[in-house]
């Protein structure tokens, strides 16, 4: 009887967690789901940027007057309004992982581009979209910083046991996770948005047919600047590299990119950087930069899917410690 009553105590208790237990399961898995939210508004916000980026060459470059761009624009400029609306949509269901007024502050840029955007200067056009892909990178960041910690790491205090689970040991992940963290959504982008500069100042003036002084001022600075930090890249992927070993096969195209890059500004500080009347093809400029771009946007994606697969298993991590 007392056996079939003991039975009957660790039945219950299992059934039934006591409410201490049963604030922490509940946290985990606010947290983890939380985490998820947050990724899956990385991967929206990234191609986001990816098309505003687009929009501002293809904007600029009918605006120095290659109608090619017209259609592929029209569709575009859709598209980017829809995806607005599906980040809202996403981001309005989480646990205030991203403030109200930012992402209206977002929704008023984009209105400020979309709208009467021919009437615009050229370079009041150009200033709205960086200002606009300032903010979206901002955000990106933000959401980024939010999946440093690991989950038992955010639940731990100095009276709980779970402040144990945050260990390395338990957690042999974390070190990738924060340099795949910076090297995807701070690093990669911020190089990204340079090349996307400088498409948007080459396919405007290859247009023009003609490069002045203030333009090719605003040129001549952000090739300085890519070049400086894509020195920077070089040498964080070769950490990279030797952190995740096969888990990036993207690292391996980067080398091959460089060479595609150096190509680019080369060809842009000769064709474009020049006085007189321009011959180059604004949109061949366009192309080859587009290219180089969604490489270095793909290391986003890339990185989310890792860091995705690392949060998923700290479901057994976490199981394991507290076991």
Not at 11 to 27: C, D, G, I, M, Y
Not at 160 to 170: D, H, K
Not at 212 to 226: G, M, P
Request: proline share 2%; charged share 20%; glycine share 2%.
């Amino acid at each position: 009887m007392k056996s079939t009553s003991t039975t009957m105590k660790h039945s219950n208790s299992f059934l039934a967690p006591t409410t201490a237990e049963k604030s922490v399961v509940q946290r985990f898995t606010e947290l983890f789901h939380q985490k998820l939210d947050a990724l899956h508004l990385i991967k929206q916000l990234n191609h986001m940027i990816k098309s505003v980026q687009r929009h501002r060459g293809m904007s600029m470059g009918l605006l120095g007057g290659n109608t090619l761009f017209r259609e592929e624009f029209t569709r575009l400029q859709c598209q980017i309004a829809e995806r607005l609306q599906l980040f809202s949509a996403f981001a309005s269901r989480t646990n205030d992982l991203l403030p109200l007024r930012e992402q209206e502050n977002v929704h008023s840029a984009w209105l400020t581009i979309s709208q009467d955007w021919q009437e615009d200067s050229v370079i009041d056009n150009y200033e709205l979209h960086c200002h606009l892909i300032e903010q979206l990178l901002a955000l990106l960041a933000s959401l980024a910083k939010q999946l440093e910690q690991p989950i038992a790491a955010i639940l731990a205090t100095n009276n709980e046991p779970t402040q144990i689970y945050a260990t390395n040991t338990i957690y042999p992940n974390r070190f990738k996770q924060l340099e795949v963290l910076h090297f995807s959504t701070r690093l990669m982008p911020a190089v990204a948005e340079q090349i996307g500069r400088i498409r948007a100042l080459a396919t405007y003036t290859a247009a023009l047919g003609y490069c002045d002084a203030a333009y090719a001022s605003k040129l001549r600075y952000v090739i300085q600047c890519t070049r400086v930090n894509n020195e920077k890249l070089r040498h964080q992927a070769k950490r990279m590299e030797n952190i995740l070993d096969k888990d990036s096969p993207l690292i391996n195209q980067l080398k091959s990119y460089e060479i595609k890059l150096t190509f680019l500004l080369n060809m842009i500080e000769q064709d474009i950087l020049k006085e007189g009347k321009l011959n180059a093809d604004s949109s061949r400029l366009y192309e080859l930069s587009t290219d180089i771009i969604d490489m270095y946007l793909n290391s986003v994606d890339e990185g989310t899917i890792l860091i995705e697969r690392w949060h998923n298993d700290e479901i057994e991590s976490w199981f394991a410690a507290v076991n």
